[in-house]
């Protein structure tokens, strides 16, 4: 009788240290705090950091599922649901997401929901299917938290536009360099209390001199693709308004055939046309336009959930949901324990 509860409870720790392959299922699970589901997970968040064009870069906050699929003839795919939170980084700032910032709460935090296929195969993950949306925390959590705050608003705004538009021209009329046109307005808050308005905007430079420019349509992009992202203030006051500009020019990036960078607006705080799709192993990103009354990127808008010709080959894997077969005066045996899902958090929920 010992010997019979030491073999089961050898048994249910052997099942919660490991979750294998279980025949008849076609897939495993694993914990979602795996450190091989982590790698997964990191892998997905490096894809979507190195492909956006517009909005923040954004870092891991929870793994919601994973299943890992065999894939003939080698490798595994892990089909994983990842929940990211929108760091303080502009998409083409060149920091690492590692070392950028969270946003928070009372700042307006944005969520990320994402469903991935990632590839492991000879210890390297790669990204075969990727769709995902973001979100900002809803307006009532924001307030409970903190009462004052000021919530995002959105970017065609006539206080919003008129603080980008003023806001630029200040950046230009105090550089001696390049002129700058503007990429995109990112985020944008109106103040309450005092009366202000606070924007964030991505900016490039252009072939034209600050200075001597008359008219800013005749002006295009450097081929070495220069941006840079500015934050502003635009305070009302009697009889005036107060403007706090500050702008951070970032190195220059490599030419390009330009077909995976943003568009420069032109005299507008509208959004500007889409860049064409970007070619690259894995998934299609395609930059669909964003909506002109919106008050943040959403990220649907460049992972819409396009599959990579290498995914949809025959040989690949199939996710679904396997049968399960029960014979009649045949006992099934219970599989083996598997961790919780979901994972941990890592910042805070939204």
């Given at each position: 009788?010992?010997?019979?509860?030491?073999?089961?409870?050898?048994?249910?720790?052997?099942?919660?240290?490991?979750?294998?392959?279980?025949?008849?299922?076609?897939?495993?699970?694993?914990?979602?705090?795996?450190?091989?589901?982590?790698?997964?997970?990191?892998?997905?968040?490096?894809?979507?950091?190195?492909?956006?064009?517009?909005?923040?870069?954004?870092?891991?906050?929870?793994?919601?599922?994973?299943?890992?699929?065999?894939?003939?003839?080698?490798?595994?795919?892990?089909?994983?649901?990842?929940?990211?939170?929108?760091?303080?980084?502009?998409?083409?700032?060149?920091?690492?997401?590692?070392?950028?910032?969270?946003?928070?709460?009372?700042?307006?935090?944005?969520?990320?929901?994402?469903?991935?296929?990632?590839?492991?195969?000879?210890?390297?993950?790669?990204?075969?299917?990727?769709?995902?949306?973001?979100?900002?925390?809803?307006?009532?959590?924001?307030?409970?938290?903190?009462?004052?705050?000021?919530?995002?608003?959105?970017?065609?705004?006539?206080?919003?536009?008129?603080?980008?538009?003023?806001?630029?021209?200040?950046f230009n009329a105090h550089n001696n360099g390049s002129y700058y046109q503007l990429v995109e307005v990112s985020r944008a808050q109106i103040v309450p209390l005092p009366v202000s308005t606070y924007v964030e905007f991505a900016v490039a430079a252009t072939d034209c001199v600050a200075n001597e420019v008359t008219d800013p349509a005749n002006c295009n992009l450097l081929a070495e693709n220069q941006y840079g992202f500015c934050k502003s203030t635009l305070t009302q006051k009697v009889g005036g308004e107060d403007l706090a500009v500050t702008c951070t020019v970032f190195p220059t990036q490599p030419e390009t055939d330009g077909t995976n960078i943003p568009s420069p607006m032109v005299a507008s705080a509208a959004p500007a046309s889409?860049?064409?799709?970007?070619?690259?192993?894995?998934?299609?990103?395609?930059?669909?336009?964003?909506?002109?009354?919106?008050?943040?990127?959403?990220?649907?808008?460049?992972?819409?959930?396009?599959?990579?010709?290498?995914?949809?080959?025959?040989?690949?894997?199939?996710?679904?949901?396997?049968?399960?077969?029960?014979?009649?005066?045949?006992?099934?045996?219970?599989?083996?324990?598997?961790?919780?899902?979901?994972?941990?958090?890592?910042?805070?929920?939204?």
């Amino acid at each position: 009788m010992k010997s019979l509860v030491l073999v089961l409870c050898l048994a249910q720790l052997w099942g919660c240290h490991s979750a294998p392959h279980v025949p008849g299922l076609g897939y495993r699970e694993l914990n979602c705090d795996d450190p091989e589901t982590e790698q997964a997970a990191l892998a997905a968040v490096d894809y979507i950091n190195s492909n956006l064009l517009r909005g923040y870069k954004h870092t891991l906050n929870q793994i919601d599922k994973v299943k890992v699929w065999p894939r003939r003839p080698m490798g595994e795919v892990f089909d994983i649901e990842i929940d990211t939170l929108e760091t303080t980084c502009y998409a083409l700032d060149p920091t690492p997401a590692a070392n950028c910032s969270v946003r928070k709460l009372e700042q307006h935090a944005v969520e990320g929901d994402c469903d991935f296929h990632v590839l492991k195969q000879d210890g390297q993950f790669s990204v075969l299917f990727a769709k995902c949306d973001s979100s900002p925390d809803s307006a009532e959590d924001v307030l409970k938290v903190c009462p004052q705050c000021p919530l995002l608003a959105p970017i065609n705004d006539t206080r919003v536009t008129h603080a980008v538009e003023a806001s630029l021209a200040a950046f230009n009329a105090h550089n001696n360099g390049s002129y700058y046109q503007l990429v995109e307005v990112s985020r944008a808050q109106i103040v309450p209390l005092p009366v202000s308005t606070y924007v964030e905007f991505a900016v490039a430079a252009t072939d034209c001199v600050a200075n001597e420019v008359t008219d800013p349509a005749n002006c295009n992009l450097l081929a070495e693709n220069q941006y840079g992202f500015c934050k502003s203030t635009l305070t009302q006051k009697v009889g005036g308004e107060d403007l706090a500009v500050t702008c951070t020019v970032f190195p220059t990036q490599p030419e390009t055939d330009g077909t995976n960078i943003p568009s420069p607006m032109v005299a507008s705080a509208a959004p500007a046309s889409p860049p064409a799709a970007a070619v690259m192993v894995g998934p299609l990103v395609v930059a669909a336009p964003p909506p002109v009354h919106r008050a943040h990127y959403d990220l649907r808008h460049t992972f819409a959930g396009v599959a990579s010709v290498e995914s949809a080959s025959g040989e690949a894997f199939h996710v679904g949901k396997a049968p399960g077969v029960a014979q009649p005066g045949v006992a099934v045996a219970a599989g083996p324990v598997v961790r919780p899902c979901p994972g941990r958090i890592r910042h805070f929920k939204i």
